[in-house]
């Protein structure tokens, strides 16, 4: 019965297919838990990054991958709402930067 108290077994038998964890995107507000959302994180020194692995520690927001999300995000105030935290001008460029390289327009 009970004689594997290991950490190992843990694991097995616990899915929970009722509970799928969902993001929403600053921008659009669309909810899902398929779409590949982007996590940006502002980190205890008060910089933004992209945290593509989502395991920074700070404070994170999500955006979806669509590029008019972050356009509106990084350019207008929605991102720094988010995050409560003032983005300089580099962080911003550094930012579409990214969005040009992962994402299209649609
Ligand atoms: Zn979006």
């Known amino acids: 019965m009970?004689?594997?108290t290991g950490?190992?077994?843990?694991k097995?038998?616990?899915?929970?297919?009722?509970?799928?964890?969902?993001?929403?995107?600053?921008?659009?507000?669309?909810?899902?838990a398929k779409r590949a959302f982007v996590?940006?994180?502002?980190?205890?020194?008060?910089?933004?990054?992209i945290d593509p692995t989502g395991k920074k520690n700070g404070r994170g927001a999500y955006l979806c991958t669509r590029r008019s999300c972050?356009?509106?995000a990084v350019t207008g105030k929605v991102l720094e709402r988010?995050?409560?935290v003032t983005i300089?001008?580099?962080?911003?460029?550094?930012?579409?930067?990214?969005?040009d390289h992962h994402f299209r327009d649609e």
Do not use: M
């Open 88 to 99: 300089d001008q580099a962080t911003r460029d550094s930012l579409h930067r990214y969005a």
């Open 12 to 32: 097995r038998g616990q899915r929970r297919p009722k509970h799928v964890p969902q993001r929403t995107c600053v921008a659009c507000r669309e909810k899902e």
């Open 7 to 10: 950490a190992t077994q843990r």
């Open 82 to 84: 988010a995050l409560n």
């Open 39 to 49: 996590r940006i994180v502002r980190t205890p020194e008060k910089t933004v990054e």
């Open 70 to 72: 972050w356009d509106k």
């Open 2 to 4: 009970s004689e594997n």
